[in-house]
């Protein structure tokens, strides 16, 4: 019985978790276990991924939580919305893959995912 209700509980644990992968600019690499449901802007705040700031907490309000979404995953994880859009105009260095970490929803399509940090969030 005990058994029943502990494997399908870590087996819904295990299912959940997606791998992100962060590089900082000076070529520094953080992988980190995601949750599903959370924002690639939390799990990296949640283990502690220097370099991400998100100093409005996830409101798309300040920019400081910016990657570069690696050109391979650019279809996976999409376009942003028009909101997320004009912040991005506040980030420096600004690029065709840029996003607001924050406003990244992680799925299990997005296992694997690779973003790489600016230079001045180093
Ligand atoms: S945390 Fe502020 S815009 Fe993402």
């Not at 942003?80 to 996003?99: G, H, V, Y």
Request: glycine residues 8%; negative net charge.
């Amino acid at each position: 019985m005990l058994q029943d209700a502990i494997i399908p509980r870590f087996a819904r644990e295990y299912e959940t978790m997606t791998k992100i992968t962060y590089i900082e600019h000076g070529g520094a690499e953080h992988v980190v276990d995601a949750d599903n449901g959370q924002t690639i802007m939390e799990a990296a705040v949640k283990n502690a991924v220097p370099g991400i700031d998100a100093d409005c907490g996830g409101a798309c309000a300040c920019a400081t939580c910016h990657v570069f979404v690696d050109a391979a995953w650019m279809d996976k994880v999409g376009q942003p919305e028009s909101m997320e859009e004009s912040m991005l105009d506040f980030a420096s260095e600004r690029k065709e893959t840029s996003r607001l970490s924050c406003q990244i929803q992680v799925t299990d399509a997005l296992d694997g995912l690779v973003v790489r940090l600016p230079e001045v969030q180093g």
